[in-house]
C-alpha cells in the first residue's frame, strides 16, 4: 500500500494514530498488512550501561568500586616458612632398648608375687615365686652331686694312704682319683645348672624366684596366684598365653611406630625432627627423633615401618596410644600460597594477586614441595603479597572473557 508508512510516521510525530477509512478498508482486507504497520511502528529498544564495568590491562582485571563480585573473593596473604611437614600418623610402643619381657623359664605354680604395676625394680629383685618340680629336681641333683663329690674324696685319701702303705696297689690310687674327678665334673654341672635358675646351697624346697633382669619400672603384669606357668606358654597361638609374665621398662623413652606411604618414602631422612601430638594432651607437643626407616614392605597394606624416639620425662604418654606425627623436613625460606589458589594454564602454574582493593593481577609462579593445603613459592611470589584463596578461577573465567571480547572488538576494527 503506498504511503501507508510515511502517513503512519507522520500521524505518530503528531502524537496521534487514526487509519481513515481507505486504509481500514485494506487493513481488514489484507490483515498481515497489520502485523507490518505495527512492527514498523514500534519503537527500537533501548541498551542499559553495565554499571560495573571491568577493565583489562594485560593480565590484570580493574573492577569498579562496589561491584558485588569482590564480595564473593577470599584473599590471603603469603606467609614465609622453612619447614615441610609430613604429615602421619603412629602407635607409641615401649622403648626396646630399655625394655624387657620377664617369662618363667620354668614350669610350675606361682606360690606368691611381689612385682606390681607402678613398682620400680632393680637388677635381683623378687618379682614371684613359683613352686616347680624342675627346680626342686635341679636342687636335688646338686646336693647329690656335692654328696658324692664329698664321698669320692674320702675315697681318694683313704686310697692314697693305703697305697703309701703298700696296701693296695697303683691302679686302685688311679681309679679313685678318676672317680673323684668324674664326681667333681658332675657336682660342677648341677650347681651351675641351678644357678642359671638363680638356685644355690644345699635345700630342696622347690621353690623357684623369678627375679628382675633389669632396673626399671614394672608397666605390665599378666600374672595371678596360684598360676600355672607353663614353659611352652611362649609358643601359645593365644596372646594370653604368650603374653609375658611381667614388663620392665623405662617409661621416660617411648618409640613411635609410623607407617609410611611408598610416595613419602623420598621425604624421611634418619634423624629428622618429629612433632608428636595425642589426643590426651590436645594442647600439648612432644619432640622427637625419627631413628629408624623400614627396608621392606608390607606386602598387605604397601607400607614402610619406620621408628622414631620421643622422650616422656612426665610420663604422659602411654605405650599402645595413637599420636598425630609431623615430620619435618628444613628447607630454604620461600613464601606459602594456598594450594587452592593456584590454577593451571597451559600446564603451568599462576595465581591471583590482589595489588589494591578493586585490583587483581595474574601471574604466574613456580612452586615447590607442597604442605598441608599449602605450597611453597620460590619464584613469582613475595612474602605478605595477597592471593586469591577463594574465587581464583572466577577471576580466570573473567579475565578470558575480557580477552576475548577485546580481539574481537580489535577484529572488527581492522575489518
Not at 96 to 122: M, W, Y
Not at 356 to 385: H, P, W
Request: proline share 6%; net charge negative; hydrophobic share 40%.
Amino acid at each position: 500500500m503506498p504511503g501507508l508508512s510515511s502517513n503512519c510516521t507522520a500521524r505518530q510525530a503528531s502524537g496521534s494514530f487514526i487509519f481513515d477509512p481507505y486504509y481500514t478498508m485494506h487493513i481488514v482486507k489484507h490483515s498481515w498488512l497489520l502485523v507490518l504497520l505495527l512492527a514498523a511502528c514500534k519503537p527500537a529498544p533501548v541498551t542499559q550501561p553495565d554499571p560495573y564495568p571491568i577493565k583489562l590491562e594485560k593480565n590484570t582485571l580493574i573492577f569498579t568500586q562496589g561491584d558485588p563480585q569482590l564480595k564473593a573473593l577470599v584473599v590471603e596473604p603469603a606467609k614465609e616458612s622453612d619447614k615441610v611437614m609430613l604429615h602421619l600418623t603412629g602407635k607409641l610402643v615401649w622403648n626396646q632398648d630399655s625394655t624387657t619381657n620377664v617369662f618363667s623359664p620354668l614350669a610350675g605354680r606361682v606360690a606368691s608375687i611381689k612385682g606390681e604395676r607402678g613398682h620400680k625394680v632393680q637388677v635381683g629383685d623378687e618379682l614371684a615365686r613359683i613352686t616347680s618340680p624342675d627346680f626342686g629336681q635341679a636342687q636335688a641333683d646338686a646336693a647329690k652331686a656335692e654328696s658324692d663329690l664329698v664321698l669320692s674324696k674320702q675315697v681318694l685319701d683313704r686310697t692314697q694312704e693305703l697305697v703309701t702303705k703298700g696296701v693296695l696297689p697303683q691302679k686302685e690310687l688311679d681309679a679313685a682319683n678318676t672317680a673323684y674327678l668324674d664326681n667333681k665334673s658332675d657336682r660342677d654341672r648341677a650347681v651351675e645348672r641351678l644357678a642359671v635358675w638363680g638356685g644355690k646351697g644345699r635345700d630342696v624346697d622347690g621353690a623357684f624366684v623369678l627375679k628382675a633382669p633389669m632396673a626399671g619400672i614394672i608397666v605390665d603384669r599378666n600374672v595371678q596366684p596360684g598360676q600355672e606357668i607353663r614353659t611352652d606358654s611362649i609358643l601359645a597361638n593365644t596372646a594370653e598365653a604368650a603374653a609375658p609374665l611381667f614388663i620392665i621398662s623405662d617409661p621416660e623413652s617411648l618409640w613411635v611406630h609410623l607407617d609410611v606411604s611408598e610416595q613419602d618414602l623420598s621425604n624421611l631422612q634418619v634423624g629428622q625432627k618429629l612433632e608428636i601430638r595425642s589426643r590426651a594432651y590436645a594442647d600439648r607437643m612432644f619432640p622427637g627423633t625419627l631413628t629408624v626407616i623400614g627396608q621392606s614392605l608390607n606386602p598387605d597394606t604397601r607400607t614402610v615401618v619406620a621408628k622414631g624416639k620421643v622422650a616422656n620425662p612426665e610420663k604422659l604418654l602411654k605405650a599402645q596410644m595413637y599420636v598425630n606425627v609431623n615430620v619435618i623436613t628444613e628447607v630454604p625460606k620461600m613464601p606459602q600460597a594456598p594450594l587452592k589458589a593456584v590454577f593451571l594454564r597451559d600446564a603451568k602454574p599462576w595465581v591471583f594477586v590482589r595489588k589494591s582493593e578493586s585490583v587483581f593481577e595474574m601471574r604466574k609462579i613456580t612452586t615447590a614441595a607442597e604442605d598441608n593445603g599449602y605450597v611453597f613459592v620460590s619464584q613469582g611470589l613475595k612474602t605478605g603479597e595477597e592471593v586469591v584463596a577463594e574465587g581464583a578461577l572466577v577471576l580466570e573465567s573473567i579475565l578470558d572473557d575480557n580477552t576475548s571480547t577485546a580481539t574481537t572488538g580489535e577484529e572488527k576494527a581492522e575489518h
